[in-house]
């Protein structure tokens, strides 16, 4: 059974680049009709999608977040990573990495992270 | 502010049922029948319950039903169990590979 796991510093300077990094095991990043999703929720914004990575696939990326994200793989480690630049108060949130399984639904994010907490603050 | 607009919260007793709405425009939920619904206890991972306006994923029972409705998709819950006290949310295709979701809904099992 594949899982999720999130992991990043929980604090970031205002203007730094946020980092992070989605762990999957019981599966690989190579196998499978799947794409892997960043989405993050904040008491100010609700849930946003943040951009997707889909192997052998451009990624797509939310239009709010277009000039400072960026989402790829490492399918030597089978991790996902986010970096997110020029961080502001408003990027505080819960950060969950999530799979969609393209053979079921374009819509299914059936598989989810527990998340991580970001706090950007000096 | 989300994307899709959901009560903050309703409220049932065991036994009854519940809707949750999520309304959205003429470019997501209106556009397309790609509308998910999670539920999500506090410090787990949410959990996908609906997908497609009306498909459940095999071990989710069919207490959970979905339907919509032009702009506003919908969640109902029947039976309510004091487990289904919980955060739910939904989720629609918006068109060119990006997805829209909710501010979701605490449920409040009296």
């Known amino acids: 059974q594949v899982q999720l796991q999130e992991s990043g510093p929980g604090l970031v300077k205002p203007s730094q680049t946020l980092s992070l990094t989605c762990s999957v095991s019981?599966?690989?990043?190579?196998?499978?009709?799947?794409?892997w999703n960043w989405i993050r929720q904040s008491a100010g914004r609700g849930l946003e999608w943040i951009g997707r990575?889909?192997?052998?696939?451009?990624?797509n990326y939310n239009p709010a977040f277009m000039n400072r994200v960026t989402i790829s793989a490492n399918t030597a480690t089978n991790q996902i990573s986010l970096k997110l630049t020029s961080v502001t108060a408003a990027d505080t949130a819960m950060y969950y990495c999530?799979?969609?399984?393209?053979?079921?639904?374009?819509?299914?994010?059936?598989?989810w992270g527990p998340g991580t907490m970001v706090t950007v603050s000096s | 502010q989300s994307a899709l607009t959901q009560p903050r919260s309703v409220s049932g007793s065991p036994g009854q049922s519940v809707t949750i709405s999520c309304t959205g425009s003429?470019?997501?939920?209106?556009?397309?029948?790609?509308v998910s619904w999670y539920q999500h206890h506090a410090g787990e991972a949410p959990k996908l319950l609906i997908y497609?306006?009306?498909e459940r994923p095999s071990g989710v029972p069919s207490r959970f039903s979905g339907s919509k409705s032009g702009n506003t998709a919908s969640l109902t819950i029947s039976g309510l169990l004091p487990d289904d006290d919980s955060d739910y949310f939904c989720?629609?295709?918006?068109?060119?590979?990006?997805?829209?979701f909710g501010g979701g809904t605490k449920l409040t099992v009296l």
């Open positions: 999530a799979r969609v399984d393209i053979s079921l639904a374009v819509d299914a994010f059936d598989v």
């Open positions: 019981g599966g690989s990043l190579n196998r499978g009709p799947y794409c």
């Open positions: 990575f889909q192997s052998g696939v451009t990624a």
């Open positions: 003429g470019t997501d939920v209106g556009a397309y029948d790609y």
């Open positions: 497609d306006v009306v």
């Open positions: 989720c629609s295709y918006a068109g060119s590979y990006t997805w829209v």
